[in-house]
């Protein structure tokens, strides 16, 4: 229509977005990221002690609650400090952010949300160690979930340095 701003009643729903983003291209992707240099901070997170969580009060009450609180709460703050989520693996997120800052205020977000109050978690409280990094990856279409991923040394870094997080930590 000759407007660059898109009127109230014909903004995209969240759906809609995800349906159009799936069919980005990674090529196509990787032509835009110059535009950053192609630079993304990765942050990656994981439940301290999960398994050992889980054998203390079961696999659904795990599921159910801890897990779901955790992961709302991780979403929340990806999302408020703009961040993309990538990928969960059981009780892991690998995320993306342009702005590296942004990353960082997400981690801390993070960690200072699953202390006011403490998340219970079995015997304890939930602990999560995140690490991030920021570097150059592959980006590419993951065949089995359709979505946009991350690969290469640089995402193999950011997951050694969460890796070698405490809980509650952030590296």
């Known amino acids: 229509r000759g407007s660059s701003v898109m009127p ?52 659904r009450p795990y599921f159910n609650g801890v897990l779901k609180r955790h992961d709302d709460l991780v979403r929340e703050c990806v999302s408020h400090h703009n961040g993309r989520g990538l990928k969960t693996i059981g009780d892991a997120f690998l995320v993306g952010f342009a702005v590296p800052v942004d990353a960082v205020a997400s981690a801390v977000e993070i960690q200072e949300r699953l202390t006011t109050p403490p998340i219970r978690a079995g015997h304890g409280f939930l602990q999560v160690r995140i690490g991030l990094h920021t570097g150059i990856p592959i980006v590419y279409r993951d065949d089995v979930s359709e979505l946009i991923d991350l690969s290469g040394t640089d995402v193999d870094k950011a997951a050694r340095v969460e890796g070698l997080a405490r809980g509650d930590q952030v590296l």
Request: charged share 30%; hydrophobic share 40%; no cysteine.
């Open 8 to 59: 109230e009643d014909e903004a995209i729903s969240s759906d809609r977005l995800k349906a159009l983003l799936k069919k980005v291209d990674p090529e196509v992707l990787q032509q835009v990221m110059p535009l950053t240099r192609g630079v993304v901070t990765m942050i990656f997170t994981d439940i301290v002690n999960s398994s050992k969580i889980k054998a203390e009060i079961g696999d």
